[in-house]
DNA sequence: CACAAAAGAAACGCTTGCGTAACGATCGCC
DNA sequence: GGCGATCGTTACGCAAGCGTTTCTTTTGTG
């Protein structure tokens, strides 16, 4: 089910929820770390470093230190694969899903709420 | 005029957008500067360090701060106001535009493209 | 004219992120 | 059992961001 946008319609979503959310919430993720939580739940699982570093097109230090991050903030979990104990899996937490809900309820608002 | 999304669209197309923002451009805008930079395109002139800072709910130096990065990154340009030479007004770019098209359009396609 | 107020920048010490390169742990396979 | 390959992390030197505070320039007002 696509969604149709016009050019002012997108760049004014994006807008719109960017500040709403920088002033909401002091935490200032970077488009990387978005990304990389965003695939985390919505993609289903499991999720590991290599692939992840794969499918944002990164290095594995880069998705390390944003799991380092992310994590601090409670956002993800991570476990080592007992099957492949190189492997780490990267694992959802309630505060991550809380976090996301939140914000897709904000999307949802601003785009209901967008300028005529 | 509205923009009515399901949930799933909502962090859908956050997700894609992100994914393929962070896949074709390395600059790695945080949020704070993203909103700036849309502020500065999308809302008519003038604009100021100060009244930026109040609209994003944060403190001066972010937004001097934020001005200097994308500045040297030639998305924005900083102009003395000759009416009050305290003031700085902030000027658009050619270079600015073309990037916020082009990521416009990237909302568009990803858009267009979510998933059924 | 003097002087407080205002705008933006710069300074400070700290934290976080970067890319590259090196590392330890673990696996698969001969 | 040994050994190259793989996975994630750590180390390194550096760039950029943060909040707070201080400074410089300019304005307006008594």
Redesign the interface.
């Given at each position: 089910?696509?969604?149709?946008?016009?050019?002012s319609?997108?760049?004014?979503?994006?807008?719109a929820?960017?500040?709403a959310?920088?002033?909401v919430d002091s935490r200032?993720?970077?488009?990387?770390q978005?990304?990389i939580l965003?695939?985390i739940?919505?993609v289903p699982p499991p999720h590991t470093v290599r692939g992840l570093a794969a499918?944002?097109?990164?290095t594995k230090p880069v998705i390390t230190r944003a799991l380092d991050t992310m994590g601090a903030l409670g956002l993800v979990d991570r476990v080592r694969d007992e099957r492949d104990r190189r492997n780490v899996v990267i694992k959802r937490t309630v505060e991550g899903s809380l976090y996301?809900?939140k914000?897709?309820?904000l999307?949802?608002n601003q785009?209901?709420?967008?300028p005529?």
């Open positions: 089910m696509p969604v149709e946008l016009t050019p319609q997108a760049l004014g979503l994006w807008h929820v960017s500040l959310q920088v002033r200032d993720l970077t488009l990387r978005m990304a965003l695939q739940y919505l499918t944002l097109g990164v996301l809900e914000f897709g309820d999307i949802i785009g209901r709420n967008l005529l």
